[in-house]
């Protein structure tokens, strides 16, 4: 009993599950269906050879159709024309056959029957078309003294006539319109059977009272046609599948050679210089292959040409960078004696030691640049990645550009995360990109405040520089990156820059595999964000800080609230990991500090020593997940949150108040 009852609920269980069963399998049918569409729709777009057979597949098959269906008609017309032409033709034989009939030529008696009948034998279809015929008087006479409906061979029975050529064969008979046979397509019975077949009906009166009809079906008429039917249209697939097939072999003797050219542009571009393509014949497509490999001849020596010229440029820079260095040391040693010796020159000679000094650093600054470009020019830079904490480097970067701000009356604000954001960089190449970043950002702050930000995600670090100054204007995010530009052409170089600083943060990053991108509107400042990826050879999908500030507004470009983010918006997003507390710039006493954190920020130790006083750097600490703020103050001997500056950088932690 447990076993049949268990059978029972697996067949009552799997009966419930048929339909979902059923259901599901529609859904994958469906699914393959929709993805082998998709697949010969991408097909098709990608394919000129099948756009052109598949056009003209379309065209030869409706051009085919028509033309069928014109020739069909055609060729019914003819069939019935013949079938009436001969149709009639065995009727009128027989109609002077049935008026040479002396017997019935008088009104019907009591022995016209016989002889009805005898005409109807003589008339039958005995070979060649195929017909029924039928004697019969007319209806007024089919009463006394014939008292007979009529005869009829190869009819199912006394067929049953139209009414349309019964009431015509009367109104013949009275002379009420003129005399001739009536011929009406119907359907009539057959002797083979009871179901009706379509026809001809041919009557016509004769005699003394008497009517004559024939009956020829369509049977052989409708099998010739059917059989046309079928030719026609197996011979119009036949002819658009081969034209098809023509179309298709056509087609290919011009794509190929255009994919060839197609594929041959696309290794070309990828450098293969020495591809050429192959000439046959002297037609279009020959000139096609003769102009490929013109433009293939040209282009290599151009470029030859071109890769000659910047190796000669880039040997003959790194040669005088070279070559400059020994006067340019032997002047720099006279210049610090001079520079050393000022106090005892009069106040011409002491500030001409001095300029002199100056500038001399500046040149061997752009030599400097100027060799480390050429490296870069002859793909011989180098990485000498190691894991570093990009915060630290952060820090130590700041080094010039916190002697600026302090000249300038302005600080630098960190705003860096409490964890370390560990990176394999090389470290002096991101101290050079950062330096940069900061003295661009200090020079062109018009005395503002400059903002520095640090995030970091699983597989990216990114460090944005945030200044409040004149801005770029549209298209200049670009132009900010070439060598030697400058915005305001006759804007002095306070800051002692080269103009290739910019140039070469921009080779550092990408020798990183890193992006170095700049935002900027005029009046509202610029945004330089450096994205490096956690790992040597890590590829980048996004940065964890956005590029343009504006992205975090709610509704407005607020200065103030700018300000008050350091990136532009009135608070950082959810997921950033400063979410939990800013510093107001130039109002250190107040702070913004996000809820529903926990964890309390980690104390640093002040910044001592006399450098500290004074200083323009501010730093702080972004709180990690579950904490609850950072504790920002503004004097050095109360420590700073979050984050302590290396020791290097001992000098750029101090308080600004």
């Known amino acids: 009993m447990k076993g049949a009852a268990a059978a029972v609920g697996a067949s009552y269980r799997n009966w419930l599950a048929r339909p979902r069963r059923a259901a599901f399998?529609?859904?994958?049918?469906?699914?393959?269906?929709r993805r082998w569409l998709r697949q010969v729709a991408e097909r098709y777009r990608h394919s000129l050879q099948l756009r052109v057979v598949t056009a003209t597949l379309i065209l030869s098959a409706v051009v085919v159709t028509v033309l069928g269906y014109i020739l069909m008609q055609h060729l019914v017309a003819g069939i019935y024309a013949n079938m009436q032409s001969t149709s009639q033709s065995i009727a009128a034989a027989g109609l002077a056959t049935a008026e040479r009939s002396n017997q019935l030529s008088k009104a019907p008696n009591s022995s016209s029957s016989r002889y009805m009948w005898l005409l109807a034998k003589s008339l039958q279809s005995t070979a060649g078309t195929p017909y029924a015929v039928e004697v019969a008087p007319l209806p007024k006479f089919q009463g006394a003294?014939?008292?007979?409906?009529?005869?009829?061979i190869d009819f199912y029975g006394m067929p049953k006539l139209p009414a349309a050529v019964a009431d015509y064969i009367n109104a013949e008979w009275n002379g009420t319109v003129p005399k001739g046979p009536r011929l009406e397509?119907?359907?009539?019975a057959m002797a083979s059977g009871p179901r009706p077949v379509p026809g001809l009906l041919w009557g016509a009166p004769f005699g003394g009272g008497y009517?004559?009809?024939?009956?020829?079906?369509l049977a052989a008429a409708q099998q010739t046609i059917a059989s046309i039917q079928q030719s026609l249209l197996v011979a119009g697939i036949a002819v658009v599948f081969l034209l098809a097939a023509i179309a298709w072999l056509v087609t290919r003797w011009v794509v190929v050679p255009v994919r060839l050219a197609s594929q041959g542009a696309k290794r070309l571009s990828a450098g293969e210089l020495n591809l050429r393509m192959e000439v046959r014949g002297s037609d279009e497509l020959a000139a096609l292959a003769n102009s490929f490999n013109e433009m293939a001849g040209s282009l290599q020596e151009k470029i030859a040409e071109l890769e000659d010229l910047s190796q000669v440029q880039r040997q003959f820079v790194s040669d005088v960078s070279h070559e400059l260095r020994t006067p340019l040391t032997t002047i720099k040693i006279a210049s610090d004696v001079l520079h050393g010796s000022r106090d005892e020159m009069g106040p011409a000679a002491a500030r001409s030691a001095e300029l002199m000094q100056g500038q001399l650093e500046r040149f061997e600054t752009l030599l400097t640049?100027?060799?480390?470009i050429s490296r870069y020019d002859a793909n011989a830079a180098t990485l000498d990645a190691e894991p570093v904490d990009v915060c630290t480097i952060v820090l130590q970067s700041a080094d010039i550009a916190q002697q600026m701000a302090e000249r300038r009356g302005t600080k630098i604000e960190f705003r860096v995360p409490a964890e370390p954001c560990i990176a394999e960089i090389d470290r002096r190449r991101v101290e050079r990109i950062l330096r940069n970043l900061l003295l661009n950002a200090v020079e062109h702050g018009e005395d503002k405040d400059t903002v520095v930000t640090v995030a970091a995600d699983?597989?990216?670090?990114?460090?944005?520089?945030r200044d409040f100054g004149v801005g770029l204007r549209p298209g200049e995010e670009q132009l900010v990156f070439d060598r030697f530009w400058r915005a305001d052409p006759a804007r002095a170089r306070t800051s002692g820059g080269t103009g290739l600083g910019l140039a070469i943060a921009l080779e550092d990053a990408l020798?990183?595999?890193?992006?170095l991108e700049a935002w900027g509107e005029p009046k509202q400042g610029s945004v330089f964000r450096l994205t490096l990826p956690r790992t040597v050879g890590g590829e980048l999908h996004g940065s964890p800080l956005p590029l343009s500030p504006l992205s975090l507004t709610a509704g407005g470009d607020d200065i103030d609230t700018a300000e008050a983010t350091g990136m532009g918006g009135p608070g950082l997003p959810d997921h950033s990991p400063l979410a939990g507390g800013v510093l107001l710039p130039g109002r250190a006493e107040s702070a913004v500090t996000e809820p529903a954190v926990t964890e309390p920020a980690v104390p640093v130790p002040a910044a001592t020593g006399p450098e500290s006083a004074g200083s323009?750097?501010?730093v702080v600490a972004a709180p990690g997940p579950g904490s609850s703020g950072p504790e920002v103050s503004d004097q050095a001997s109360d420590g700073l949150a979050g984050r302590a500056a290396p020791p290097a950088a001992a000098s750029e932690v101090a308080a600004h108040g």
């Open 25 to 33: 399998s529609r859904s994958a049918s469906f699914t393959r269906s």
């Open 145 to 152: 003294p014939a008292y007979s409906g009529g005869w009829q």
């Open 185 to 188: 397509w119907t359907s009539m």
């Open 211 to 217: 009517v004559l009809y024939y009956f020829f079906p």
């Open 369 to 372: 640049d100027l060799l480390e």
């Open 458 to 465: 699983s597989a990216a670090v990114a460090v944005s520089v």
């Open 511 to 515: 020798l990183h595999g890193g992006w």
């Open 616 to 618: 323009g750097v501010a």
